[in-house]
Structure formats: structure tokens, C-alpha cells
């Protein structure tokens, strides 16, 4: 079995940076990809940013140039740093991670609202 537990989120005002955490335990042979999605109130789970193993990145265009994933693969952790923060960004920020084998598993998820 693999946890997966999301720390980070809060209340920051417009234009204000957050960073989130995320650490994988358990059963783990390997993790090809962490990431990031996001649900906003009455909208569908989205991708914030993908990080595979070897450092490729895919990432929602919404957030380029303002977020920054990075993972540490010694530690499974994956962190996402926000910066410039919209109240469009207002959402739970969901970790995925996704071992060797194919299985997929969810954080929590952690609240973060964006709003002066």
C-alpha cells in the first residue's frame, strides 16, 4: 500500500506565493510521475503540472511562467511552487502519484484560496 499526504495550502492574497508538499510512503518500487491537479468549486479535477523521472515536465498552460514543480526522488516527494497567485488559483490542490506498474494514488488534497 502507498500513502501519499499533501501539506502546504492556506490563505494568501493576490500576487502572494504558496508552497506545496508532497510525500509518497509505503510499498514503492519506483514513482515515473508526481504531480499536481486541482478542483475548483463546480469544476472538474484538472492538471496543474506533471514531473516524470527524468525530469520532463508537462504542465497546464494557465500556470507557466507563475508555478514551478520539482521533485526530490531520494525522499519521493514532489513540491509545487506558486507564485503570483490569481483568485482563479483558488482550489484543492490534489498530489497524484503514479508507481511502477501503472497503479495511481491521490492525496487528501489541500485547500488553497487566493483572495485579499
Known amino acids: 500500500q502507498v500513502q501519499v499526504v499533501e501539506s502546504g495550502g492556506g490563505l494568501v492574497q493576490p500576487g502572494g506565493s504558496l508552497r506545496l508538499s508532497c510525500a509518497a510512503s509505503?510499498?514503492?518500487?519506483?514513482?515515473?510521475?508526481m504531480g499536481w491537479y486541482r478542483q475548483a468549486p463546480g469544476k472538474q479535477r484538472e492538471l496543474v503540472a506533471d514531473m516524470f523521472r527524468d525530469e520532463r515536465i508537462n504542465s497546464a498552460d494557465s500556470v507557466k511562467g507563475r508555478f514551478t514543480i520539482s521533485r526530490d526522488n531520494a525522499k519521493n516527494t514532489v513540491y509545487l511552487q506558486m507564485n503570483e497567485l490569481k483568485p482563479d488559483d483558488t482550489a484543492v490542490y490534489y498530489c497524484?502519484?503514479?508507481?511502477?506498474?501503472?497503479?495511481?494514488?491521490w492525496g487528501q488534497g489541500t485547500q488553497v484560496t487566493v483572495s485579499s
Open positions: 497524484r502519484v503514479v508507481v511502477t506498474g501503472g497503479d495511481l494514488y
Open positions: 509505503g510499498s514503492i518500487f519506483s514513482i515515473p510521475v
